[in-house]
């Protein structure tokens, strides 16, 4: 998941980029050495641009921001709410990360643990919180930030794992804003398109399934 949330973002933002791709592969001992070639952590993603290597998604947003400030809103409440945001995805929902891997496919809904009922109950609020208190239909206002790509991905998730009922009504105002380009853009992840001159380049990596 976490791999696709600095692509997701560049692609909407319209942030050009070349892309690298990487396989999964089986024997973890090999793919680390591998993957260490370009990612300290031997994780994805990771974005190289010139000697920089920035490895890490929170990292990388807040990087891409220092040059494109549209990555956060630019109402100073909406952008500390955005960053709050998208810190509480990228270090929270341990359940929800653990029971719905990625996929695009309709899958079996996981056990309803306690657990789950409130990473659900959390995102509910959480969402319907930017949604009220911003009111531009993104999360943190009228504009597609890097909060909203750190939860396009639990969108798909959500309704994947047949969850998306579950929670009151942010869900439908977030489908809205958040399915289409999560969805289209991941779609065109199956499709790369590769510039190796464009100055920054995303190392992300591909699976079987379009992550
Ligand atoms: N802190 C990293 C975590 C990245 C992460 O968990 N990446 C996964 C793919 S989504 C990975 O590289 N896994 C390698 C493996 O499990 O073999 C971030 O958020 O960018």
């Known amino acids: 998941m976490v791999a696709a949330v600095p692509w997701l973002l560049m692609k ?11 396989h999964f592969i089986g024997d973890k ?3 680390r050495r591998q993957w260490r070639a370009f990612s300290p952590s ?13 490895w890490d998604s929170l990292a990388i947003a807040e990087y891409l921001a220092e040059r494109h400030p549209q990555v956060w809103p630019q109402d100073a409440a909406a952008r500390a709410w955005a960053r709050c945001a998208a810190a509480e995805m ?26 789950l009922q409130r990473e659900l109950a ?50 439908r105002a977030i489908r809205r804003t958040h399915f289409r380009p999560a969805r289209a853009a991941t779609m065109d992840f199956r499709r790369p398109g590769r ?17």
Not at 12 to 22: G, K, N, S, T
Not at 42 to 54: H, K
């Open 42 to 54: 031997a994780q994805v993603p990771a974005l190289a641009n010139g000697g920089e290597t920035v």
């Open 195 to 211: 510039n190796p001159k464009r100055k920054i380049r995303l190392i992300c990596l591909k699976t079987k399934e379009a992550i």
């Open 29 to 31: 001992t090999e793919q």
């Open 90 to 115: 990228h270090s929270g929902f341990p359940v929800l990360r653990t029971v719905c891997n990625f996929t695009l496919q309709a899958a079996e809904p996981p056990c309803d643990t306690l657990g």
């Open 122 to 171: 959390r995102l509910d609020a959480l969402w319907n919180e930017g949604l009220e208190r911003f009111g531009g239909g993104f999360l943190a206002g009228g504009g597609f930030c890097a909060a909203d790509a750190f939860y396009a991905p639990v969108v798909l998730r959500l309704r994947c794992y047949g969850l998306a009922g579950r929670l009151n009504g942010a869900v």
């Open 12 to 22: 909407v933002l319209r942030i050009p980029f070349a892309e690298a791709l990487h």
